[in-house]
């Protein structure tokens, strides 16, 4: 059980820039990856981008160039700084951290989903 809280979403205007914030409840555990997806209104959630444990990042293709992933591993925390906000960007975030985590004697794997923060890009 490992609790992922997201920050940082709001409105916009085209050409702008947010920082999206999301970090973990707890600091004793191992990540593999940790990712942004997001789903805009009517659409299926999709991958934007992800970072593994060594820092290799792969972004989807609509944001490269102005997304940018990065964690911090002692705050357990991963960001996403997107820049020139577009309208079509419009969506709501979703934070995720897959990995394992010790409960008591216990080695338990994860896959943890923040509550999603909602980004909004005016025309």
């Known amino acids: 059980q490992v609790q992922l809280v997201e920050s940082g979403g709001g409105l916009v205007q085209a050409g702008g820039s947010l920082r999206l914030s999301c970090a973990a409840s707890r600091t004793f555990f191992s990540i593999n990856a940790m990712g942004w997806y997001r789903q805009p209104p009517g659409k299926q959630r999709e991958l934007v981008a992800r970072?593994?444990?060594?820092?290799?990042?792969i972004y989807a293709d609509s944001v490269k160039g102005r997304f940018t992933i990065s964690k911090d591993d002692a705050k357990k925390t991963v960001y996403l700084q997107m820049n020139s906000l577009k309208p079509e960007d419009t969506a709501v975030y979703y934070c995720q951290m897959e990995g394992t985590y010790y409960s008591g004697p216990f080695l338990r794997d994860f896959d943890s989903w923040g509550q999603g923060t909602q980004v909004t890009v005016s025309s």
């Open positions: 970072i593994t444990t060594s820092g290799s990042t």
